[in-house]
């Protein structure tokens, strides 16, 4: 089994639905990360969570919510879906602080919003 | 805020060194990495460096550092058509910014046969 697993890894959708993005882990890692990467601009963080109970905006997290079900899962929702949000989304994990910081990726999930 | 750059593309011709640069803004850096994504994958990491160091080797990849000019970069001997990927630079800064860690825009490298 793959690390980091992101799920849909295709999605096309329409302009104000609400869609979800999940991400799951199975390495038992704290910190999660939602990035966006959009070509020229790189990787830009939307969320992190550093444990269950810890959420924090990154960014660009305007348009974004995030919940943290479980320490492997970390979810990512687009309420109103726009079409500037097509992007392709990936989902990372890292062990933390004392750590060298190392981040772990999934495979990415591409969204067209049309 | 803190910033990673680098140049959008490098194109090199096979068998021949490839450098990629980076620069950044934050003097407190942890640490640097190069992270790689090939077409359709995720990132992985390639290699890293503490900020106190000046150089690390790793097989055919050199990882120079100059804290002074904050100046990092990224040595491949020997491309191969394996390599062609977005390379991407990224710090880190542990005492100041927790465990963000900020990516640059990353470099494709391009391979000439």
């Known amino acids: 089994d793959a690390d980091v697993t992101q799920t849909p890894r295709n999605r096309i959708t329409k302009t104000g639905k609400r869609i979800m993005l999940e991400c799951s882990q199975t390495k038992g890692h704290d910190r999660m990360y939602w990035y966006r990467q959009d070509p020229g601009l790189g990787l830009r963080l939307i969320y992190y969570?550093?444990?269950?109970?810890?959420?924090n905006k990154g960014e660009i997290s305007d348009g974004y919510s995030v919940s943290r079900q479980a320490q492997a899962k970390f979810s990512l929702s687009l309420e109103s879906a726009i079409p500037n949000q097509t992007a392709l989304y990936f989902c990372a994990i890292g062990l933390g602080t004392g750590d060298t910081g190392e981040l772990f990726f999934g495979e990415g999930s591409r969204l067209t919003v049309l | 805020g803190e910033d990673v750059e680098q140049s959008l593309f490098l194109s090199v011709r096979e068998g021949d060194s490839s450098v990629i640069n980076c620069t950044y803004t934050?003097?407190?850096?942890?640490?640097l990495y190069w992270y790689k994504q090939e077409p359709g994958a995720g990132l992985q990491l390639l290699t890293y460096?503490?900020?106190?160091?000046d150089m690390k080797q790793d097989q055919r990849l050199t990882v120079l550092l100059n804290k002074k000019d904050k100046h990092l970069s990224l040595r491949i001997a020997d491309t191969q058509t394996g390599d062609s990927a977005i390379y991407f630079c990224a710090e880190s800064d542990i005492m100041n910014r927790d465990d963000k860690i900020i990516f640059g825009k990353g470099t494709r490298l391009h391979i000439l046969p």
């Open positions: 969570s550093f444990d269950v109970k810890d959420i």
């Open positions: 460096i503490f900020s106190n160091m």
């Open positions: 934050d003097s407190s850096s942890t640490y």
